[in-house]
């Protein structure tokens, strides 16, 4: 078992699939065969019928819990759950399992549990864009890491023990305590490669002390870029489109002042959603910037079959220069940082950094990437129906 690889998924009868990286329904389900003890899942929600991939992946942790004693607890979004009710209701009266909701909207008047990640037996994980949802496997574009590590898992597990208690009462916290087995230095990995991680997490105003929070890493990447800033993310944009007034200028001015100050390259590839009226006005404005190229993801869909929340480029990453990174479950607006639960990775060495910068260039180079520029007009995005 590798200590550290990627996870990718792209969209079906499509070309953008980078050929060295595993899917999800190939790392996940290894994953799970290894538990002995315990799975722990953080999901935004769960859903897949009959017949694709996820489904069997359910029946995996099912039979973990039911014939080989391992203890399983998932923690799901509360508000998506009572809005869109889905297969959680497939874990019901399982032995070895429970489900809690963190009602994350309740808490901060906004956002919600949006996290995705997998903790095996405290010791193996996984990180990342995937949903819990057969789409992610087959309809969406995600990336993710698995990371074999006690150090990284266990500082994971912190964090679902607090979200976990937190459920329980879904009441903010006006303290927290002091977690002092977070490191204040990325966790070195075993292996020939030098690759070094830490997890950084959203938002702060839910999270104990001394955990990273993203806004740190983000702004830290861009302000010390050297040469370049790539972004593949699925919608980008400073002002909220959920909660309006709510804005971050942060992360937006610093790559403007990078690209035009700096001469710093900045290239970012976000989705189609981006084409929505709230966010078009800012992707286009940063194309303006010297030094700056913006293109948008158009996945077509399967001829007249169109699944709605899909065909799209869900990844969520950031890299700069040649050897630093972040992947996560945030896309770059506002509500992933201040009000939304997310969790992500930075990422330091040069080969991983090398594989997420070839992940990029398949994307950038491909059929479905188009320019956006401040001169035209763009339709609005097919998203639901």
């Not at 890299?319 to 990775?345: C, M, Q």
């Amino acid at each position: 078992m590798k200590n550290f690889e990627f996870v990718e998924n792209v969209p079906v009868a499509t070309n953008l699939k980078h050929p060295k990286i595993r899917t999800a329904q190939q790392v996940w389900p290894d994953m799970i065969k290894r538990a002995k003890k315990t799975i722990d899942i953080c999901q935004f929600y769960i859903s897949s019928p009959k017949g694709e991939d996820l489904y069997p992946i359910f029946g995996m942790i099912i039979d973990a819990a039911k014939n080989k004693g391992v203890k399983v607890r998932m923690i799901n979004d509360a508000m998506y759950y009572n809005s869109y009710p889905t297969n959680v209701n497939f874990f019901e009266n399982i032995g070895n399992m429970e489900v809690k909701f963190l009602d994350v909207t309740k808490m901060m008047g906004a956002g919600v549990m949006h996290a995705k990640y997998i903790i095996i037996d405290g010791e193996d994980c996984f990180v990342g864009s995937h949903n819990f949802d057969w789409k992610s496997l087959k309809h969406s574009q995600n990336l993710g890491v698995r990371l074999a590590n006690k150090e990284f898992a266990g500082i994971l597990t912190q964090l679902f023990e607090y979200d976990w208690k937190l459920a329980d009462v879904n009441i903010r916290p006006k303290e927290f305590e002091d977690e002092s087995k977070i490191p204040s230095k990325p966790i070195k990995l075993k292996g020939s490669e030098k690759i070094s991680v830490f997890p950084v997490v959203s938002p702060a105003a839910l999270s104990p002390k001394k955990f990273i929070t993203e806004l740190e890493l983000i702004m830290d990447l861009i302000e010390n870029a050297k040469e370049e800033v790539l972004i593949h993310i699925m919608e980008y944009s400073p002002s909220s489109q959920y909660c309006p007034g709510l804005y971050i200028r942060d992360y937006d001015a610093a790559l403007r002042e990078a690209a035009a100050s700096k001469k710093i390259k900045v290239k970012l590839l976000t989705s189609h959603w981006s084409l929505k009226q709230e966010t078009l006005p800012f992707v286009q404005s940063l194309s303006l910037i010297p030094n700056v190229e913006v293109k948008y993801m158009d996945i077509p869909t399967l001829g007249r079959n169109f699944v709605p929340f899909s065909r799209v480029h869900h990844v969520k990453y950031m890299v700069a220069d040649n050897e630093k990174a972040w992947l996560t479950s945030s896309n770059l607006e506002p509500d992933y940082f201040i009000n939304s639960r997310n969790v992500g990775i930075g990422i330091f060495g040069k080969q991983p950094v090398k594989t997420l910068r070839e992940v990029f260039n398949i994307s950038w180079n491909s059929e479905y990437a188009r320019k956006i520029t401040a001169d035209r007009d763009y339709p609005k995005p097919r998203i639901e129906s």
